[in-house]
């Protein structure tokens, strides 16, 4: 495989060896006009944040639709005792009386998928300044960074938790919750990883910051959902 | 154009031009929609008596009024759309050589007129729709005093029924005639369909949750009670006989199946005066046998010193019910 | 078109020998084989590791579908182009030639190839081998129900093959035309080189591809007893299989999110200049309405299906009421994609009809602007009418009015569309060909569906008819009576366009008449089942039944000959037919004005556009043309596409 780098603003007139091209899609790979890629891009980004957000919605719905049903008082578990517990279906002992999660775990990562999201936008802000790769770079290394602490963090929660899956439908919804963002976070990861390792490349340098920026507004979704979900469970548990 | 010309034009190409009625495409068009319409007027009126079961009670008897209705309305706008596109067929066809395209017809991009005309009816049509589904919906909504309560609970796979007040329990169900009933239906295990479906009502039987439907049966007649939500494997299984019947032999199928005939008689809306269904309880030694007329009174005095019960009623698939009484004498009663 | 100074082809192109590096290697066999690997591999760890724990054989059988599909889309090279981004190895000219199929030939068909026109021919084969599969399930139904008590078929089986009987079918019809045809013919249509997003396109192709094995696999796990509903609890317990049905929709689901993006983004951002969103023909608004309605009910299928899957495999409880769960909870979420999904499925179809119906009559398409007024007013209402297929389940009695309100409106943009299609037949020059035959079948057709659906959304009667066959004639007639009717017209329409061939009409017309003839036996046999109270989904019945599911039977015997028929017919065209003019049904849209088969890239030469492609009768020039190739001395001639003259966003107009 041939890679070479390349400034923006070469436009190949013929059909030979050209140089890598950073995203051309047409087979021809004559460069479709940048305000035209990231039209299609900002465009495709939307729909998909759109069809999240209504997974978001939904989540959300599930939550508060078990909540007011509480079937068979098994939202939070009220009716088990210490002196009569309640046992699943296989004979594992129901906790009495869920203790909620803790919300500040929750709240941390929300806050770290903030950051990240912030050093986003820093990486494009450098890159649309275009001064040198470092102004891209490194904020987008410090928002890997914090993602990667989202993840960790998100993980540790599923550990420390005082309540497993099989504990009622605040567990099952709850686990649910961060199960969905640890998937958003590790999607959020690969891309930012992708953006650091590129940027340390040069490749997003001027003439393409604003694929910096699709990246930013998909981080900002994943932290705004991460904070709604933490607002949900925290609030209404 | 001339004036002249455009006269012509207008005549060709309008329904209201000038030539009569009937051989034009608007004349045509109208017979085969008449044809059409008659068609599924016919249908509607007589298909749905022809295909349905006997419904047995008010909200069955909706069912089969509002297919009737539904059928006699969309059939006129049914019948227009296959009338123009049966006339197309006959009229604009293209006979000649099919390899090769016909000349272009004329560049008609729409029609407000008739897209307008066209809105207009069929909202008025799903107005009409709607104004009688809320309007028969809403009486079945209505509930009544001295309802009789019959507990539902499904489970793979087959129905229980028990009656509240009775401690019967059974695998078939008997109603009484014109008696209002609830059904309160629930499930122990999956999602089931309560479906006695000449009753003209449905629900389902959730786990954890208690669904109620109300009818009142007003005619007598033998019925299958089906499961309509696929529950697992013998869901097709999940079937029982069913009937509705008189009063009387209704409290005398469930004093069969163990009832006092206090409780039963009272279930059944039978009371010591004939004319109300009260809830009075009947007193146990005095009790008077009630006698509908037409059938041979059963004897139903209690005897303190004989069994409680008498024999059971048995249902056979006729419908005819024969008990034998305290004196030992079988004393058949058909339905009325 | 060609002259002698006409430019080398864009396919013609000579690569070198690194061209495309790994994608070089990678076709649908390393992806079966390494898809089988991977799937081997998780299952073992997975036995080895969780087999002994609580759910352990669904973990197994969830990790052994996922191993699967993530392996294949490795072996296949779905994950190439990401991972290549992530470590900044952009694609070069050269590997994007090569992956759009330069120098492949026939290959092309079986490897990851972005040109989408070899994704669409490869959507068609997958649609006709799902349709084959689940035409064998319905056969294998409809026989078991010839007798009241067969022998033929045990109920787990039978209602293992009812369940992806059904849920085969959607999947087949959901993509029977934004797959083939929107793929194939929607960016030619509005003059693009491509899709939006070619390589996303080909991972759409593959992903959903591998899906299949995962919905066919259940059968060897327990079989899934559910129905395509899967209600819960009923699924929570079902026997392993519901695992792997539940990847197969999950993933399924990634893919047509993917599909639906790029054909919207495509027709907004991708037109040729001239082409205002006004002059795009109806069948390219069809399938961006439908597209669009598609992204919003699948988010709820992928939480569904996912709320499922923890609920079996780690024991959560969203859906087991004595844990807090419910399964009106299942039944809402599952509706609010079930419903929108059948407009999905209608949509496109019906949007093909009419621009079949345009041609075929040679006049413009009647009330264009309202047609695709309809179609919005459709999508806008299917979104709120979920609960109507709940009337009877005893959630939310209070709703039942205002949800039988919002179905019952949705009658009037319907009619809407029936209007437009007579309306466009209305002192048409009507050319009966064949795909004008299954144009008039598709009214016929759905004109019954659309009626009896009424029926079913009014309350009081859907408390008799609910769970009953009169459900399953209804569907059935909208669906395979119109949709599947409207997606063969499509056929029969764009396959000289495809293939280059034309199709046997004598031939043809057979496969009609038994299909014809074969869809109003069987389905009229199950309204009458319907209406004697046969309930759904059994594997047995009352005797009371038996003539109306005899005459299912052999309406179905009828339709599946019909479609054998038709099947011989279009095997027969693609190998023996005659060769295909470049425009037979001298149609006025774009994909006709390019040469067959239609070059790498579509054009040579820029489309000009200047009007709407229904300039029917009005003795002016096509407004959509693609100049002919004009003879010039230049020897440095270069294809369209060159910098300046690509594809722009839309200029100018009105949109």
Known sequence: MSFTTTTHDDHDHGHGHGPAVEGAENPGGHHEPAELRDHKERLALWMFIAGDALFLILMVFTWFYLRTLNSNGMWDAAQCSTANPCEDGLGNPILAQITRADPWHAVIIAACTVLAAGFVWLAEIGAKKNTTKGAISTPAGMAFLFMVLAIAMQIYQFQVLPFTTIDGAYASTYEFFMGSTLAHLLILAFVGLGLWIRSTRGRHAGGTWYRVRLIRFFAVWVALSTVILTVVGALFA | ???????????????????????????????????????????????????????????????????????????????????????????????????????????????????????????????????????????????????????????????????????????????????????????????????????????????????????????????????????????????????????????????????????????????????????????ATTATPTTVPGETATTLTPDTTAPATTAPATTVPDGSTTTTGPAGIPTTTAPA | MTTALAPPLLEDTKLGPNAGGLYERLNIWTGLGFGIFLGFVAWVVSHATLQGSNWGTDMVVTCTMLGWVIGFNIGIGTFNAPIRWMLG??????????????????????????????????????????????????????????????????????????????????????????????????????????????????????????????????????????????????????????????MCIIVFVVSVTVAGVNTIVTVVTMRAKGMTMGRLPIFTWGSIIGAGLGLYAMPAFLLAMTMMITDRVTGTSFFVAAYGGSGWLWENVFWIMGHPEVYVILIPPVAAVLEIASTFARKPVFGYKVAIAGFVAIASLAIMVWAHHMFTTGWAPNLAGPFMLTTELISIPTGIIFLCTIGTLWKGSIWTRLPMYFVYLFIWNFIIGGVTGIYLSDVPADQYFHGDMFVTAHFHYTLLGGAMIGATAAVCYWFPKMSGKMLNERIGKVAFWLIAIGIQVTYFGQFWEGFQGMPRRVAYYDPQFLSANQMSTIGAYTLMAGWLVFLYMMLHGWRNGKIAPANPWHSKTLEWKVPTPVPLENFLVDPVVTSDPYTYGEGVPDGQEVPDFAPSDDPELVPAGSAGSGAQTDAGGDH
């Open chain 2, 1 to 283: 154009m001339s004036f002249e010309e455009q006269v012509d034009d207008i005549e060709a190409n309008t329904i209201l031009g000038g030539e009569p009625f009937f051989s034009r495409a608007g004349g045509k068009i109208f017979i085969i929609w008449l044809g059409f319409t008659i068609v599924g007027v016919l249908i509607g009126v007589y298909a749905p008596h022809h295909l349905l079961p006997t419904l047995l009670s008010p909200q069955g008897s909706d069912v089969w009024k509002t297919i009737v209705v539904f059928t006699v309305l969309a059939a006129p706008v049914a019948a227009f759309v296959y009338a123009v596109s049966f006339y197309s067929l006959f009229a604009w066809r293209h006979k000649g050589n099919q390899d090769e395209p016909p000349p272009d017809a004329m560049p008609q991009r729409g029609n407000g007129p008739m897209t307008v005309v066209w809105l207009a009816i069929s909202s008025l049509l799903v107005v009409v729709l709607l104004f009688w589904g809320i309007t028969v919906w809403n009486t079945q909504q209505v509930t009544h005093a001295n309802t009789l309560q019959v507990n539902v609970t499904g489970q793979q796979w087959l129905w229980t029924y028990s009656y509240p007040g009775t401690g019967v329990e059974t695998r078939t169900l008997e109603l009484p005639l014109n008696r209002p009933v609830e059904f309160n239906i629930t499930s122990v295990d999956v999602t089931h369909g309560f479906w006695p479906a000449v009753l003209g009502v449905q629900v389902d039987a959730n786990p954890n949750v208690t669904t109620i439907i109300r009818t009142t049966p007003d005619k007598l007649g033998n019925f299958t009670v089906r499961c309509s939500q696929l529950c697992g494997l013998y869901h097709a299984f999940m079937n029982n006989k069913a009937a509705v019947v008189t009063p009387q032999q209704f409290s005398a199928w469930l004093q069969g199946l163990g009832a006092t005939q206090a409780a039963a008689d009272q279930t059944a809306g039978i009371s010591s005066s004939a004319s109300s269904p009260t809830t009075t309880l009947p007193d």
């Open chain 3, 89 to 246: 190895h952009d694609q070069t000219h050269e590997d994007e030639l090569y992956v759009a199929g330069v120098g492949q030939g026939r290959h092309r068909y079986l490897k990851y190839c972005t040109d989408h026109k070899v994704v669409g021919t490869q959507y068609l084969v997958l649609v006709m081998v799902l349709f084959a599969v689940g035409g064998t399930l319905a056969m294998m139904i409809r026989t078991q129900l010839i007798t009241a008590h067969s022998s033929f078929l045990d109920p787990q089986t039978y209602n293992a093959i009812v369940t992806v009987h059904g849920m085969v079918m959607i999947i087949a019809t959901i993509v029977m035309v934004s797959g083939p045809f929107a793929n194939f013919i929607m960016p030619i249509m509005i003059g693009a080189k491509d899709m939006a997003f070619p390589r996303l396109n080909a991972m759409s192709f593959w992903v959903i591809f591998s899906a299949v094995p995962c919905i066919l696999a259940t059968f060897f796990l327990g079989g899934v007893n559910a129905g395509w509903t899967t209600y819960a609890p009923l699924s929570v317990q079902a026997p392993p299989a519901m695992d792997a049905f539940a």
